[in-house]
């Protein structure tokens, strides 16, 4: 069994490493944790940087395991679906789910880093140092290399423990990979697209400009705008577009001219809201979109990678966030369990959660493809009609793929995964081929459906893909 006086470095203050801090306080560890940013609860970092976020059921399931669950609530807008524009300047509300209390909402990654320090930091055994970026670890001798960013001195930490929560640029990572001690895989894929931050700003009387409970979606094939809803009646806007290909890319945006006819011919609405795009547009910066796959996580019993410092994945299910803080619910899990050491600790963490870290993965870019281009399709647009009159005739039999993602925190990522791809290609084989249609009666979809289902189930388990 682990005593529980040892000592614990996290490298990264971020949401999962500020959740981690909290949890591992409240257990009685004696914690210490490096950050390479200021203190952002003294300090705007943000800079252009996703400032907030989808937070949903697994997050949540976080939330209450600290204790905080009504603290997060106050910092939540919810958004209830999907609100799709048209070139036209038209829109269509496409719910999240046929239940109607299930839905995700918006959250400032700034207020809620900053409660979850605020947390941590009332528990005496935990330290959280800013401006300390780590170089390198020595994950041998489980020691960490930092340097302060005012003084340039560097110092070295050791522990018994180390934690890195360092993020899709993680230290520890790379120290894994670069000392080349042990078999250590590792890949990191980008999309050939990247993302650009602009915003919505409120009106003069301080209220929302367009709808604020929704998540809205401008997709357009190649490329998509999405916009979520902020406390102070912004709206955080985000541009997905190709580096390179198409009509407009990233590379081609270059004067105030082509971007606002850009967003003249693609965006008409949403241009309307943004008198201040161009400023924007050229201030923020464009960002890459990437994958990071790797294992092990965990060198012996001396360091772990939780969090995107294991496995980054691409922001379009919502999820990245989310799946973070499950990573600390499943490792507290293994920590109830009292195994002998660290070692058997981690090996059983990661053996437990890995699996649903690629599941999201993959499952992420999957919807970037279905956000861009299948929302707006004629067959997707029946099938998701079809899935929502289940949820709602059958609230306990049927949960689409994204619900079974999103709102159904007790399964597994690959679980969820298997089960909604199964039933996504039951439904668009049914209606393509004729089977059922929006018109049928919904207890007798919802019959085709399952056995349909259950088959190709079974076709991919004989096929050795569960």
């Known amino acids: 069994m682990i005593n529980n006086q040892q000592n614990i470095l996290i490298i990264g203050a971020g949401l999962c490493g500020s959740l981690l801090a909290l949890r591992l306080g409240q257990r009685g560890y004696n914690v210490t944790v490096y950050e390479m940013r200021p203190d952002l609860r003294k300090t705007d970092i943000?800079?252009?940087?996703?400032?907030?976020?989808?937070?949903?059921d697994r997050g949540n399931k976080a939330m209450k395991l600290v204790g905080i669950e009504d603290k997060v609530k106050d910092l939540c807008i919810p958004m209830n679906g999907r609100m799709l524009h048209d070139k036209g300047g038209n829109t269509f509300l496409s719910n999240y789910s046929g239940r109607e209390h299930e839905y995700i909402n918006s959250i400032s990654r700034q207020d809620l880093n900053a409660l979850l320090l605020d947390e941590a930091e009332k528990h005496k055994n935990v330290n959280i140092h800013f401006n300390k970026k780590c170089l390198s670890v020595d994950f041998k001798?489980?020691?960490?290399?930092?340097?302060?960013?005012?003084?340039?001195?560097?110092?070295?930490?050791d522990a018994d423990t180390i934690i890195a929560t360092d993020g899709a640029g993680s230290a520890l990572r790379k120290s894994y990979y670069l000392e080349k001690e042990f078999l250590f895989s590792f890949s990191q894929e980008y999309l050939t697209h990247g993302y650009k931050e602009l915003s919505?700003?409120?009106?003069?009387?301080?209220?929302?400009?367009?709808?604020?409970?929704?998540?809205?979606?401008?997709?357009?094939?190649?490329?998509?705008?999405?916009?979520?809803?902020?406390?102070?009646?912004?709206?955080?806007?985000?541009?997905?577009?190709?580096?390179?290909?198409?009509?407009?890319?990233?590379?081609?945006?270059?004067?105030?001219?082509?971007?606002?006819?850009?967003?003249?011919?693609?965006?008409?609405?949403?241009?309307?809201?943004?008198?201040?795009?161009?400023?924007?547009?050229?201030?923020n910066p464009t960002a890459p979109l990437g994958t990071v796959k790797c294992s092990p996580w965990h060198y012996k019993g001396n360091t772990l990678l939780m969090g995107d410092a294991a496995h980054a994945i691409v922001p379009f299910y919502g999820q990245g966030m989310n799946a973070s803080f499950e990573d600390v619910v499943e490792f507290d899990k293994v920590l109830d369990k009292n195994l002998d050491n660290w070692e058997a600790t981690f090996k059983a963490y990661e053996k437990n959660r890995k699996k649903d870290t690629d599941a999201i993965a993959d499952l992420a870019v999957d919807n970037f493809h279905e956000m861009k281009d299948h929302v707006g399709q004629a067959i997707f647009q029946e099938k998701r009609k079809i899935e929502m009159a289940l949820e709602k005739a059958f609230p306990k039999d049927y949960s689409s793929k994204y619900s079974l993602v999103t709102f159904n925190e007790n399964i597994g990522y690959r679980e969820a995964m298997l089960k909604g791809r199964a039933q996504d290609k039951a439904i668009l084989n049914m209606l393509s081929d004729g089977v059922i249609s929006t018109d049928d009666d919904i207890a007798a979809i919802l019959d085709k459906v399952k056995t349909e289902t259950k088959a190709i189930l079974e076709d991919d388990r004989i096929a050795g893909l569960k």
């Open 141 to 157: 001798n489980t020691t960490a290399l930092f340097q302060d960013y005012a003084t340039k001195d560097e110092f070295i930490e």
């Open 46 to 56: 943000s800079a252009g940087r996703s400032i907030n976020l989808a937070f949903s």
């Open 200 to 283: 919505i700003l409120p009106a003069k009387d301080g209220g929302y400009k367009t709808y604020k409970n929704a998540l809205h979606i401008w997709p357009r094939g190649d490329f998509m705008l999405i916009a979520l809803p902020n406390l102070d009646g912004s709206f955080t806007v985000t541009l997905f577009l190709s580096y390179a290909e198409g009509e407009y890319n990233f590379n081609n945006l270059s004067t105030p001219e082509i971007v606002t006819e850009f967003f003249q011919k693609e965006f008409p609405d949403a241009l309307e809201l943004m008198p201040n795009l161009v400023e924007d547009f050229f201030e």
